[in-house]
């Protein structure tokens, strides 16, 4: 049965049939043409997929991103950057990068920060002398670093399908994704220097102290959901109640950039965007209660402890797959996919679950604009109307020193787990 439905699955992704479908249909042909099971029993675990108390956070923290966005605190965050950082060599590329590590903060969404700040920064990137491919490739690339930085959905998904704190997944994606987009900022300095680019007048204080004023309410937000999380005063699921009222109270009532009327259209795209995202949940259940039904997790774990006893080859293999994975695979489908074959396998290694989380999230970051099929690639594409072979060259410059901060937060756990170490 695995066999069939593992060509079935193929035929669907491959054919472009949407993935919840592919999941699903994959599954529930496999089970009622090749085994005894009842369908009603699939139809069980569809909805049981759902009934996860971490996944309620979901949909709060998608509405909480979108008011954000709408309310004005990503414009915000973007004139504090460049007051912050825009005096350096590479001043406005740099101010893109930490502009997207901000709002990635804020959205926990990589396409979302791609357009978010793209649209924004693009043109200013071009006037000041920034060659078309180099900014193509950097946006493509900081807004990878949103899959890590908590709230990350794609870390609630991982926490969800493997019972690891989501709590604990968040502090430690703070410290990997500072490392991740460290390596960004170490080319765009490299660039700047070489290509002598234009930088901004430094900020005087005054100004820096006016911009970090207009954007404070913006930046609380993350303070206010680890800080509420680590210190007792709510959950992770309750954080995101917590930051959707936030953002709307602050675009609203605060900024002022947001209307009734916005606020209903925006609530009515996060109820889709939810329910795109966990039908996909729903049906990545089912294959998941299929495989392990098949013992096909249980079978990979023997091949892997068996044949494979080094942690160093475990990770560098798992580092393979998943970059490999996230060129085609949006990173929650992939996580749902892969986190319950390889969270036995790694537990049996004796890897930190929490550290196997980063990674594998990490990994999945960068496929989103790895060439040919990264997702974030097609989403530069509507900003920079560049072709594939034109965005190459920056966008591999980039993916070259994103890979080796990858390898520092494969290879040496305490960047990641400092901070979880430090509060516990």
Not at 53 to 61: E, H, I, K, R, S
Not at 118 to 128: R, S, T, V
Request: charged fraction near 10%; include cysteine; glycine fraction near 10%.
């Amino acid at each position: 049965m695995l066999i069939t439905l593992g060509i079935l699955l193929l035929l669907f992704l491959f054919t472009s049939v949407p993935i919840f479908i592919s999941l699903g249909l994959a599954s529930f042909i496999s089970v009622m043409f090749l085994s005894n099971t009842e369908p009603m029993v699939l139809i069980q675990r569809l909805f049981g997929g759902l009934d996860q108390f971490a996944l309620m956070a979901l949909p709060f923290f998608i509405l909480a991103a979108n008011l954000m966005d709408g309310g004005g605190l990503s414009v915000r965050i973007l004139r504090f950057s460049r007051a912050l950082v825009g005096h350096f060599a590479g001043g406005i590329a740099l101010t893109t990068q930490v502009a997207s590590m901000f709002f990635g903060a804020l959205s926990g969404s990589s396409p979302a920060t791609v357009i978010a700040i793209g649209k924004i920064m693009y043109p200013d990137l071009i006037k000041n002398g920034y060659g078309k491919s180099f900014s193509a490739g950097l946006l493509a690339s900081s807004g990878a670093v949103s899959l890590i930085i908590p709230p990350s959905i794609t870390l609630i998904i991982f926490g969800s399908v493997t019972g690891v704190s989501v709590g604990s997944l968040f502090i430690a994606g703070i410290g990997a994704g500072i490392v991740l987009g460290l390596s960004s900022i170490l080319y765009i300095y490299i660039y700047a220097k070489r290509n002598n680019v234009p930088r901004d007048k430094r900020a005087s204080l005054k100004e820096l102290g006016a911009t970090f004023g207009r954007a404070w309410w913006a930046l609380l937000v993350p303070v206010i959901i680890l800080g509420g999380i680590y210190s007792g005063i709510f959950s992770p699921t309750e954080a995101a109640g917590v930051s959707a009222v936030y953002a709307f109270l602050i675009g609203y009532f605060v900024y002022k950039e947001m209307n009734m009327k916005e606020f209903f259209t925006i609530c009515v795209e996060s109820a889709i965007t939810s329910a795109q995202v966990l039908v996909l949940v729903a049906a990545a259940q089912v294959l998941g209660w299929v495989l392990t039904r098949e013992r096909l997790p249980q079978t990979i774990v023997e091949l892997i402890t068996t044949n494979i006893t080094s942690v160093i080859i475990f990770l560098l293999l798992l580092n393979l797959i998943l970059l490999i994975m996230g060129m085609f695979m949006e990173g929650v489908a992939a996580i749902i996919v892969t986190a319950p074959l390889i969270f036995p396998a790694a537990m049996a290694l004796g890897i930190d679950p929490v550290h196997l989380g980063v990674i594998m999230i990490a990994n999945l970051a960068i496929g989103m604009y790895t060439p040919p099929f990264g997702i974030n690639i097609f989403v530069a594409q509507t900003i920079t109307k560049m072709s594939l072979s034109e965005m190459m060259p920056g966008l591999m410059k980039f993916l070259a020193f994103n890979l080796i901060g990858l390898m520092v937060i494969t290879y040496i756990p305490d960047v990641s787990l400092f901070l979880l170490k430090i509060l516990e």
